[in-house]
């Protein structure tokens, strides 16, 4: 499995993002969900889970979470942080979401779109804050992949979006319809289709034959 960034890295990471949403929450009355929200779309996230020295070891939760903020709202809190967070559910909420980024290598906006919100997680910290990391590693694996069979597969999304039908679209492209249903429905992998057929397919839909793959 290829981590997404050097493990050298991760006790820093784990603890900082943890004192990070204890601060913005506990300290700044934050809510979770909300804050989580700002982390996501104020470009602090991505660098996080791209392994940025500055972000998961040479920042403090605080300062992490000053950077969040001076990015979405423009200010930065005044407040200190208090002492301790180690025991709260908010910090173990966000040391566990580190682990979890850095061992699968997915984007924090990835696990955020299929379910591992930082409610769903905290929800978990009276079950799994004493246990093994692995553990809540592999109740992730099964809420993201839940998720994911959940979600229309990208044939379905742009046969839909180009108003076809499965039979027009089966018709078209010269692949049975019995084919086309059991790739929307991931019971079949399209990547392991015949070469012509992911080709026919893409003609049609006006794509490339990558844009078909999950």
């Not at 920042?59 to 423009?74: F, R």
Request: charged share 25%.
């Amino acid at each position: 499995m290829m981590h997404a960034y050097e493990e050298t890295y991760l006790n820093d990471a784990m603890n900082n993002l943890g004192d990070m949403f204890a601060y913005a929450v506990c300290d700044l009355g934050y809510d979770a969900e909300e804050f989580y929200s700002q982390f996501l779309v104020s470009g602090v996230a991505e660098k996080f889970g791209e392994g940025n020295p500055k972000y998961v070891a040479g920042l403090s939760g605080a300062e992490l979470a000053s950077a969040v903020l001076y990015a979405v709202e423009g200010k930065r809190p005044e407040k200190r942080p208090s002492v301790a967070y180690e025991r709260s559910p908010e910090y173990w909420s966000g040391w566990i979401l580190a682990y979890y980024q850095w061992l699968t290598g997915h984007s924090f906006a990835y696990m955020q779109k299929r379910g591992v919100t930082f409610s769903k997680v905290k929800s978990l910290y009276p079950t799994l804050h004493e246990a093994d990391v692995t553990k809540f590693a592999l109740v992730a694996d099964k809420i993201i992949e839940k998720n994911r069979q959940e979600e229309p597969s990208r044939l379905q999304q742009m046969r839909k979006d180009r108003g076809l039908t499965q039979r027009e679209l089966a018709e078209r492209s010269g692949t049975s319809l019995r084919m086309v249903q059991l790739y929307e429905q991931k019971q079949q992998d399209i990547r392991r289709a015949e070469a012509q057929t992911l080709v026919s397919l893409s003609l049609v839909l006006g794509c490339d034959v990558t844009d078909l793959f999950e």
